[in-house]
């Protein structure tokens, strides 16, 4: 009678396995995904800021450019096109 449940047995230790396998791999790629957010979510500030000041230091250096060129600051500072 042993004998008869081991193969059956043996099976379902095998399905185990491999399940076990399977929510493994499925771990590790929820963690890797979490990372990525972290990430992606750490990222867009530093990213965004840094566009920020560069749109601002693009901004400053217009404004200093007309200053140079005898515009007075305060309408250089309204950001006017020369044409």
Same mark, same amino acid.
């Given at each position: 009678?042993?004998?008869?449940?081991?193969?059956?047995?043996?099976?379902?230790?095998?399905?185990?396995?491999?399940?076990? /396998?399977?929510?493994?791999?499925?771990?590790?790629?929820?963690?890797?995904?979490? /990372?990525?957010?972290?990430?992606?979510?750490?990222?867009?500030?530093?990213?965004?800021?840094?566009?920020?000041?560069?749109?601002?230091?693009?901004? /400053?250096?217009?404004?200093?450019?007309?200053?140079?060129?005898?515009?007075?600051?305060?309408?250089?500072? /309204?950001?006017?096109?020369?044409?």
């Amino acid at each position: 009678m042993m004998d008869a449940e081991l193969p059956g047995l043996e099976e379902q230790v095998r399905r185990v396995l491999a399940a076990s /396998q399977h929510l493994v791999e499925q771990t590790i790629l929820l963690g890797l995904a979490i /990372q990525l957010f972290w990430l992606d979510q750490w990222t867009r500030p530093v990213l965004a800021a840094a566009e920020a000041q560069a749109a601002w230091r693009a901004h /400053q250096a217009r404004r200093e450019r007309l200053v140079r060129r005898g515009v007075p600051d305060h309408l250089a500072r /309204q950001g006017l096109r020369l044409v």
